[in-house]
DNA sequence: CCATGTGTACTGTGTGTGGTGGTACAGTAG
DNA sequence: CTACTGTACCACCACACACAGTACACATGG
């Protein structure tokens, strides 16, 4: 089930590509899985169909998702995404960002830690993506 | 020192918020210290007066910086900046989005969780802002 | 008094992104 | 042939960002 929040900042697009990626690293939505067609999920979330379009491409541009011409889109085996400069870059981005939007919030070290700890474990993530697979 | 980066994916106003910010989080810019004026500031960044008003603006709408009219800007005491709700939605936010983030990345939690200890540590923040002032 | 430097507030103008609306085309299944 | 699929366009509007210029009130040093 994909939702979409008229109070949250970030573009409906990106709600869409979160929230669909969240799942596939979940184990929520597993390989082989069909998606809700274009034109379908664009009429549940009251939304333009090149707007979760968008959303698709984007996800079948970084691998998550593979498109069979006239049949839809479905959720692709887990493989590696992005290389070890790319991977290294993208999770300093991650943690700068982190840092500056928590660093007037008066929180302890020890708190923001213990409460990324809670959220991450929580989400038990497949981790199999770059091992383990050919 | 102010600077900014042409290859950062974020606005030229709120690098020089974070780093300003950052500055003043880590001690580097002590209370009453003046900051360089908003056109000595975009002359040196080679970059509109306008941008730098701007962000000049949140800082001070936020309170870390307080205005002496006909004078200049300057780094406010210390203070409790949000409420407990705010707090707590914002660091929510960080965390949803931080995940978000390094969600394709295949990184063990454990692994992220050490980098982010390693890097929250090495700011090495002055948290004395809501408790022990008047 | 006057010139200079300070923040602040406007009014434009241009560019890029996000979203919507519509049309069109190739591939697949019934 | 019909209906569904993804994909690629086009046009339009709204908004944020950045730049450019002007103006005003304040404080300081001549």
């Known amino acids: 089930m994909i939702q979409i929040s008229t109070g ?5 697009f990106r709600q869409i590509v979160d929230s669909i990626r969240l799942q596939i690293a979940t184990g929520e939505l597993e390989p082989g899985t069909k998606l809700p067609s274009v034109r379908g999920l664009a009429m549940q979330l009251t939304v333009n169909t090149n707007t979760v379009a968008k959303a698709y491409n ?4 970084q691998g998550w998702l593979e498109s069979r011409p006239g049949l839809g889109l479905f959720v692709s085996k887990p493989r590696k995404l992005f290389s070890d400069r790319e991977r290294e870059r993208r999770l300093n981005e991650a943690v700068q960002q982190f840092i500056n939007q ?8 020890d708190e923001l830690l ?3 700890e809670r959220d991450l474990r929580a989400l038990d993530i497949r981790s199999a993506r770059s091992a383990g697979n050919e």
Chains 1, 2 share one sequence.
């Open 58 to 61: 984007e996800l079948t541009a």
């Open 8 to 12: 949250d900042s970030r573009p409906i």
């Open 114 to 116: 213990q409460r990324l």
């Open 102 to 109: 928590v660093i007037g919030l008066d929180y302890d070290p």
